[in-house]
C-alpha cells in the first residue's frame, strides 16, 4: 500500500509562484510514474506533468516553460513548482503514483488533494 500526502497548495496573485509537494511512504516499485494531475470546477481532470523513474518527463501545454517537476534523491517525494501562475491554473492539484510490475500492469495511488488559487 502507497500514501501519498500533497502540501504546498494556497492562494496567489496572478503571476506568482506556488511549490507542491507530493510525500510518499510504502512500496514504491523501481518502475514507477509519479505524476501531478489538477481539476478546475466543471472541468475533466488533466494531467499536468509526470516522471518516469528514468526521468522521462511530460508537460501538459499550457504548463510548458512554466511549471517544473521533479523528484528528491529517494525517489519517494516528487514537487511541482509552478512559476507565473495564471487564473487558468487555479483547480485542486492530485498527486498521482504508478507503480508498474514487469508485465507492464500498474496499479495507482492518489493524494487527497490540494487546492490551488490564483487571482488576478
Known amino acids: 500500500q502507497v500514501q501519498l500526502a500533497e502540501s504546498g497548495g494556497g492562494s496567489v496573485q496572478a503571476g506568482g509562484s506556488l511549490r507542491l509537494s507530493c510525500a510518499t511512504s510504502g512500496h514504491i516499485f523501481s518502475s514507477n510514474v509519479m505524476a501531478w494531475y489538477r481539476r478546475a470546477p466543471g472541468k475533466q481532470r488533466e494531467l499536468v506533468a509526470r516522471?518516469?523513474?528514468?526521468?522521462?518527463?511530460d508537460y501538459l501545454d499550457s504548463v510548458q516553460g512554466r511549471f517544473t517537476i521533479s523528484r528528491d534523491n529517494t525517489g519517494k517525494t516528487v514537487y511541482l513548482q509552478m512559476n507565473y501562475l495564471k487564473p487558468a491554473d487555479a483547480a485542486v492539484y492530485y498527486c498521482?503514483?504508478?507503480?508498474?510490475?514487469?508485465?507492464?500492469?500498474?496499479?495507482?495511488?492518489w493524494g487527497q488533494g490540494t487546492q490551488v488559487t490564483v487571482y488576478s
Open positions: 516522471i518516469t523513474n528514468t526521468d522521462r518527463i
Open positions: 498521482n503514483v504508478n507503480n508498474y510490475f514487469y508485465t507492464g500492469a500498474h496499479y495507482g495511488y
